[in-house]
């Protein structure tokens, strides 16, 4: 290899981007991300590169970055590529392309922010660009969103407002989902009564209300998935039910799928204490939604289905929903004259709530239809908002009682480095929860599942311990086995204790062990103050902070890291099912200026390794040298790049790589 010395100017420079060669099976032999940077001022700057293969295949990059300083700063990055593979007499071209731009204010003062975080793509630009950069995690990745929002605050005032504008993609199944706009008014909390002398110290002056708006229009390429597609629909159109494709000769179908609503929500609450110790908090939720349009249901005997009539008008449903909670706190402390444990707390938290909801379907309300849908006489209840935007009121009436019960235990220990108190805390269960609820108006199965949480960590966070899981407490009927041991069952409507089947059965459990070590959790305050890095520039600290996961931090001689997650589901009588995984990843420093790492994991079903790579990184003073090896697997490869270290040449750099799973 050839190094050289490059003195770092004082301003910011144009000059040529030496391309990276290689070579791929696909497309040949190739030089790429070659060509020219424009240093155009100190507000932004322009870089054009280009790609180019043996094979016929080419792409170009056009790429800016700007900045005001303490007003926006932003990135904006387009993307083309050609490609040609298969047999070179008759090869297989597709043009893919991507666009993403990114808009953030540095200024949080202002009563006003725009933002943006847009990334559009075509659907096969991952497979065709990214697999060859070696850029797996983007690569295989299916999902990509976009957004553009706006939103201001009055200063003075509980108001505010925010308009988003929203794209969701996914490659896979080429599904596009379009928020256009997304628009929200907000009215903060505020206490109408709270300056009514007296009477705003009581209960009334601590009633609150806010105010929330949120209006929407979606559009999607997706098909429509709801009650009505069991029922025989006259004059519905086969398109609803199939995706189509996201393209102009489809518009109007899009538009027809459209749904368009706004949501009104408003919470009032209060508070007040009876009996010293206990904490009554009445509330009551409103809700209305507003649509332009609303379904009319008939059923024709001629033909044994129902026909669906749309009314282009305004319609309005509303609901609500109340509620009523009584809590308190409960302290008890054991106290030690001996040994080195002064004290243990115990902090119980325990909350019961009433909600009730009336039945929405009545017909005063005119939010549904019980509708013949065959010449059979049999029925069906329909919303007239069926599948629109914010759905329909919900169905069926509920009263029910919620409870939760928290526990913190904690105990006080002799801390002898500690001069001032000489005690210190350990939390025994940071958290220790249960809780469910009892729903009074169900006609069976009134208990809810029983859910339990907690946690703990030890060693100063570097260990940390979850718990969490269900229990079902209603019995089960053992009907019969078949011979291939295939178990027929039936949950029935009777506790689990009154059929000696104990207090239920454990239908779920997950359990999550993380261990984080590094050598500066061993190091004394003054040893980790000597260590402290110097980043340098401020251009460089700002490269570091967007290209993260190229920094690589010398002054940490080694770290370890490991995840354990356990998840056990069991249904009644049948055999539980267990999924494992776990999680490696370390790094060490073999020398002042060289350091490996590599990352692992373990498949308990099939008995082998997930993919694992290896990376070594020498620091060469300007230059660093990186060499990265996938052993084994679909993108087992290994790659060897050299760098200039500082942000302002870090389009300097030499590559050599070699990809495995080109010749699959």
Known sequence: FIFGMFPQPKETVSGIIMPSYGEEKRRGFYLREGGYYFAISDYFDLRLTGDIYSKGSYGATIATNYKKRYAYNGSLKFNYNKSKTGEIESPFESNDF???WTHTP???GRSSRFSSSVNFQTNSYNQNKNLVQSNFNQSINAQFNSSISYSKTFKGSPFNISTNLRHSQNVQNKKVNLTLPDLSYNMSRIYPFKNMGKLGKTALGK???SHRFTGKIELTNGSSSNSLNSINVINSSDSFNQQVDFNMQNINTIIDRSKIGGKHTIPISTSFNILKFFTVSPSINYNEIWYLKKLNYTYNEVENGIEIDTTNSFSRAWSYNTALSLSTRIYGTVFFKKGKIKAIRHVITPEISLTYSPDFTQKKYGYYENIQINNEGETRLLSKYENFLYGSPRI??????????????EMKVIDENDTISGTKKIKIFENLSFSGNYNFLADSFQLSPIRFNTRTSFFKRLINVSLSGTMDPYAYKLDSISETNQIYQR????????NNQGLGSLAFINMALGMRFSAKDFQSPEEEDEKESRFG??????YINSNIAEYVDFNVPWSINASYNLNRRKIGYTDPVITQTITMSGDISISEKTKISMRSGYDFKNKMLTQTSINATRDLH??????NWVPFGRFQSYNLSISAVSALLQDLKLEKRSRFFDNL
């Open 98 to 100: 991507s666009f993403s």
């Open 106 to 108: 540095s200024s949080k």
């Open 207 to 209: 009633i609150s209300i």
């Open 396 to 409: 069926g009436s509920s009263a029910s009682m919620n409870f939760y019960i928290g526990n913190n235990l």
């Open 491 to 498: 949950r029935i409507n009777e506790l689990a204790i009154k």
């Open 537 to 542: 520039t401020r251009r460089e600290i700002d």
């Open 622 to 627: 300007c230059w660093r040298i990186r060499f």
